[in-house]
Protein backbone atom coordinates (compact mmCIF):
# COMPACT_ATOMS: atom_id res chain seq x y z
CA UNK A 1 0.00 0.00 0.00
CA UNK A 2 1.76 3.41 -1.03
CA UNK A 3 0.32 6.46 0.30
CA UNK A 4 0.89 9.84 -1.23
CA UNK A 5 2.93 11.79 0.96
CA UNK A 6 6.03 14.65 0.46
CA UNK A 7 9.43 12.83 0.59
CA UNK A 8 12.37 13.61 2.94
CA UNK A 9 13.96 15.27 -0.29
CA UNK A 10 11.06 17.65 -0.99
CA UNK A 11 10.51 18.60 2.48
CA UNK A 12 14.35 19.57 2.50
CA UNK A 13 14.14 21.15 -1.03
CA UNK A 14 11.37 23.71 0.17
CA UNK A 15 13.25 24.24 3.48
CA UNK A 16 15.97 25.39 1.57
CA UNK A 17 13.91 27.54 -0.48
CA UNK A 18 12.68 28.96 2.53
CA UNK A 19 16.28 30.13 3.96
CA UNK A 20 16.85 31.26 0.81
CA UNK A 21 13.55 33.30 0.03
CA UNK A 22 14.56 34.63 3.75
CA UNK A 23 17.66 35.62 2.73
CA UNK A 24 16.76 37.92 -0.28
CA UNK A 25 14.49 40.52 1.46
CA UNK A 26 17.60 41.44 3.86
CA UNK A 27 19.75 41.57 1.22
CA UNK A 28 17.38 43.70 -0.88
CA UNK A 29 16.65 46.06 1.85
CA UNK A 30 20.57 46.34 2.41
CA UNK A 31 21.01 47.44 -1.05
CA UNK A 32 18.24 49.67 -1.14
CA UNK A 33 19.38 51.75 1.46
CA UNK A 34 23.25 52.10 0.60
CA UNK A 35 21.68 53.32 -2.88
CA UNK A 36 19.04 55.74 -1.84
CA UNK A 37 19.91 56.35 2.05
CA UNK A 38 23.12 57.29 2.50
CA UNK A 39 24.93 60.33 3.30
CA UNK A 40 28.72 60.19 2.34
CA UNK A 41 30.29 63.00 4.37
CA UNK A 42 33.69 62.81 3.98
CA UNK A 43 35.20 58.95 5.18
CA UNK A 44 31.84 58.74 7.29
CA UNK A 45 28.64 57.65 5.84
CA UNK A 46 25.07 58.58 7.92
CA UNK A 47 22.00 56.88 6.75
CA UNK A 48 19.25 59.38 6.62
CA UNK A 49 16.26 58.08 8.76
CA UNK A 50 13.31 59.33 6.57
CA UNK A 51 14.77 57.79 3.23
CA UNK A 52 15.51 54.54 5.54
CA UNK A 53 11.92 54.74 6.28
CA UNK A 54 10.94 55.25 3.12
CA UNK A 55 12.63 52.52 1.99
CA UNK A 56 11.71 49.88 4.39
CA UNK A 57 7.82 51.24 3.76
CA UNK A 58 8.11 50.58 -0.21
CA UNK A 59 9.39 47.06 0.13
CA UNK A 60 6.90 46.51 2.97
CA UNK A 61 4.14 47.70 -0.20
CA UNK A 62 5.65 45.93 -2.59
CA UNK A 63 5.88 42.32 -0.60
CA UNK A 64 2.41 43.11 0.11
CA UNK A 65 1.69 43.50 -3.43
CA UNK A 66 3.63 40.49 -4.85
CA UNK A 67 1.53 38.87 -2.47
CA UNK A 68 -1.51 40.06 -3.90
CA UNK A 69 -0.80 39.25 -7.04
CA UNK A 70 -0.05 35.74 -6.79
CA UNK A 71 -3.31 35.24 -4.99
CA UNK A 72 -5.36 36.85 -7.76
CA UNK A 73 -3.14 34.82 -10.64
CA UNK A 74 -3.50 31.51 -8.55
CA UNK A 75 -7.46 32.51 -8.34
CA UNK A 76 -7.31 33.03 -12.22
CA UNK A 77 -5.93 29.29 -12.71
CA UNK A 78 -2.36 30.32 -13.63
CA UNK A 79 -0.74 26.88 -13.85
CA UNK A 80 2.66 28.75 -13.34
CA UNK A 81 1.75 29.82 -9.93
CA UNK A 82 1.04 26.89 -6.86
CA UNK A 83 -0.66 27.19 -3.63
CA UNK A 84 2.58 27.26 -1.50
CA UNK A 85 3.95 29.90 -3.67
CA UNK A 86 0.75 31.83 -2.47
CA UNK A 87 0.95 30.89 0.98
CA UNK A 88 4.51 31.96 1.14
CA UNK A 89 4.26 34.94 0.01
CA UNK A 90 1.27 36.20 2.17
CA UNK A 91 3.52 34.57 4.91
CA UNK A 92 6.25 37.10 4.65
CA UNK A 93 3.21 40.21 3.40
CA UNK A 94 2.08 39.15 7.22
CA UNK A 95 5.32 39.22 9.19
CA UNK A 96 6.93 42.15 7.06
CA UNK A 97 3.66 43.91 7.84
CA UNK A 98 3.78 43.07 11.66
CA UNK A 99 7.08 44.24 12.28
CA UNK A 100 6.54 47.30 10.26
CA UNK A 101 3.70 47.08 13.40
CA UNK A 102 6.30 47.10 15.79
CA UNK A 103 8.58 49.27 15.09
CA UNK A 104 6.07 52.30 14.37
CA UNK A 105 4.55 51.16 17.99
CA UNK A 106 8.38 51.47 19.34
CA UNK A 107 8.54 55.25 17.31
CA UNK A 108 5.15 56.15 19.09
CA UNK A 109 6.51 54.93 22.39
CA UNK A 110 9.95 56.55 21.95
CA UNK A 111 8.10 59.55 21.09
CA UNK A 112 5.91 59.86 24.44
CA UNK A 113 8.59 58.52 26.66
CA UNK A 114 10.98 62.06 25.12
CA UNK A 115 7.34 64.08 25.07
CA UNK A 116 7.27 63.01 28.73
CA UNK A 117 10.58 64.51 29.63
CA UNK A 118 11.03 66.83 32.17
CA UNK A 119 13.42 69.76 30.71
Known sequence: MKTSGIDAGRIESMLAQ?????????????TALNVTGTKSTGNTS???FSNALKASLDQ???VQKNAEQ??????????????????IAN?????????????????????????NMQV
Open 18 to 30: LKAAAQRPQAEAL
Open 46 to 48: KVD
Open 60 to 62: VNQ
Open 70 to 87: LGKNFAMGDDSVSLSDVM
Open 91 to 115: QKANISFQATIQVRNKLVSAYHDIM
